[in-house]
């Protein structure tokens, strides 16, 4: 895949050692199954390819640093405090963003969005923002009761992966009785329930 726009200032395999240079050889190559996804998603969308290919590659950029760094950006970066009460799980999407503009030259806010949102989702998702989360969701090397269908759902209809994969991801961290961050339930309102 080569890029051909300059969304970046780097080529393809520059960006990817950077990333990879970031994260263990596992995450690594769950990033490289996201950017396959996504770009699939994005083809049968008739979505942006680059921006989406971008996004899955740079999306769990942050996700091994530790939480001190994490700490230090809430405080220094003028993000809401209370983030402070979550751990790293919402942190590396929401402020993994920042991390990706500063250290990877990104400055293209539906990359960043799409970052910010993977994890939690939003009200509102752009193409490109579901594509990221459901491809995060489905790429190939995951493997968890109901993959199967969602992987289904979200070929057949990006958005109807979108809602398979909030409901069953809120589900799960009910049954594991995990702090649920606000902003995810506004996810699940807003996208789930078919009547009040
Ligand atoms: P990954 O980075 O590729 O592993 O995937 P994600 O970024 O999508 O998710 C990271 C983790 O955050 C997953 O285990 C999700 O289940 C979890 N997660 C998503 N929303 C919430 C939430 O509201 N609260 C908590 N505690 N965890 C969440
Ligand atoms: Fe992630
Ligand atoms: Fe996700
Ligand atoms: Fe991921």
Redesign the pocket.
Known sequence: FTYQENIVPYSRAELAQKVAANLSESRFQ?CLR?EETAIKLAELNHADVERAAIAGLV??YA?QLPDEVFIEAIHEAGFDPELLQ??N??W??VVGAYFIERDLGIHDETILNAVRR???GAPEMTVIDQIL?VA??IEPGRDFPGVVQARETAFADLAAGVRFEILN??T??IEGQ????P???DTYNAWVPTQA
Do not use: S
């Open positions: 769950h996201v999306h769990d996700k979550y751990g799980a919402i590396h999407g993977h994890t939690i989360f995060d969701f991801t809120l799960f961290l995990k702090k649920i961050y902003k995810t339930i």
